[in-house]
């Protein structure tokens, strides 16, 4: 009976402490714990070792200091740049050699060039423009015409619309992209006029006068 | 936990998971898993860390520790036991070695104390910075503590794995690799020499 008693006051006592230890506040871990574990996990395991557990989130400055530069070099592009090639990229003498005529008749094309992609002038000269008129295939290249000194007719042609003479850049030059179109299209329409046969009874609108060939003879 | 925000939207399912679902996952590679098992299991493995050892640092670092070896050995968990038994038995013996190493550190400053230079061996901390004693400010809780820092080593790890984290008899037979019995008898033991030496707070 008594062994009974003490076994039920050691269960009691027991069960007091217990309660004591329940009771007592719970320890956490601390703040810093996930950054120590990340910390602790890339220096046993390499650099990339637990980084990918603890994903902080990114910061709203971040975001935003993202989403303005991105913005300044979108706006850039779209709106500077288109700009920039247009009537700053035409050099001064290429201004001069095709007339105020020839610009006035340009600016449309001005605006379709701002629209076109930029391509280096040495695929600009290669590549036919969508608007010239195909030729035969034996027909030859404006290039071929000027190298073979067929621009008799040409700058006769000049001479009579006015004097205005379209002069072929240095290759060493960069041609930009304007005047090459300006230049390849008066070209194309020289051919045209020129595949057709004058008739004889009229004037001879192709005559080549010595002195429109700079001296020639 | 910072952590739990941002993972929250990735890891939906997952939370759903048992911890033996969740290692699984993560002995596949899944990141996400341990994150959850770490935010899981933290707060419950300080609380027992720190009233085994009694010291805040070595608490943090034993609970660190814990989860490297969770994160290195991960594929050597068999699931033939709870994933919580065996995180408590790693953190039960990265305790016990820490227990032991102050022992004989405290052996070793005794020595040394007695020789001719005065000049001591460790900087004494200063009491009043410590996380651990501004944790206890209740004179209550700080003479819980007292008391269970002077029970013995089995005795301790046997009570406040029952009576502190709550867990089964069987749970601690396993942790310990003591059969159930021993483990009954070390925490009756370990009660009745806390009744002992905290008899005067029952009595107030």
Known sequence: MSERKSIQSEAEEGGKVREELQDI???KAPWYFDAELQRRLADAHGGRAGAGFFVRPIPAYALSFVSVVALGIVGYYALLRPSDQGDTTLPASDSIA???QDRKEER??????????????????STPSLNQPRQGPSAPSNDQVIESGAMEKPAALDDNSGGQNIQQPPQDNPIPMGAQQVIETSRSALDT????PAPKDT?????VRPDSLGGRR | MSVTGGLSRKTAPLQELSDEELIGEFQRENEAAFTLLVGRYKDPLTNFTFRYIGDWDECNDVVQETFVRVFRSRHSYKPVAKFSTWLYTIATNLAKTR???RKIRRFVSLGSSHSE???PLFDIPDEEARADRQLESSMKGERIQKALDSLSDKYREAVVLRDVQELSYEEIAAITGLNIGTVKSRINRARSQLQEMLKDIWDD
Request: cysteine-free; hydrophobic content about 25%.
């Open chain 1, 98 to 100: 095709v007339g105020t």
């Open chain 2, 117 to 119: 230079d005065p000049e």
């Open chain 1, 108 to 125: 449309p094309q001005r605006f379709e060039r701002r629209l076109q992609p930029i391509l280096p002038p040495t695929q600009e000269t």
């Open chain 1, 203 to 207: 004037v001879d609108s192709t005559h």
């Open chain 1, 25 to 27: 506040r719970k320890v």
């Open chain 2, 99 to 101: 227990l032991r190493r």
């Open chain 1, 193 to 196: 006029l020129r595949s057709i």
